[in-house]
């Protein structure tokens, strides 16, 4: 069970940082929102959506399997995210 809090953490940590990164690009440019920064914090709360619903799912033959798998998942988005970040 602890390995399973962790990934959650893992998960809130990672993706509430790269919130906290677009926000910070907010703050030293515009000073606002811009419809591209809102549509970054969009995916990544979508994002920490669908990976938290892949943690909770309780029909999983193989979890270790499934565990990793989400952390790859985690991995891609998270670099997805910060190239699109960059490319503001």
């Given amino acids: 069970m602890a390995n399973v809090k962790n990934l959650k953490k893992d998960i809130n940590?990672?993706?509430?940082?790269?919130?906290?990164?677009?926000?910070?690009?907010e703050m030293s440019t515009t000073g606002s929102p811009t419809p591209e920064t809102n549509a970054l914090v969009d995916e990544a709360i979508a994002a920490f959506d669908t990976l938290i619903t892949k943690v909770n799912a309780k029909n999983v033959e193989n979890k270790k399997a499934h565990f990793k798998q989400i952390n790859v998942e985690l991995e891609q988005a998270a670099n997805q995210l910060i190239e699109k970040i960059n490319a503001l």
């Fill in 13 to 25: 940590f990672v993706l509430g940082d790269i919130i906290e990164a677009v926000y910070l690009f």
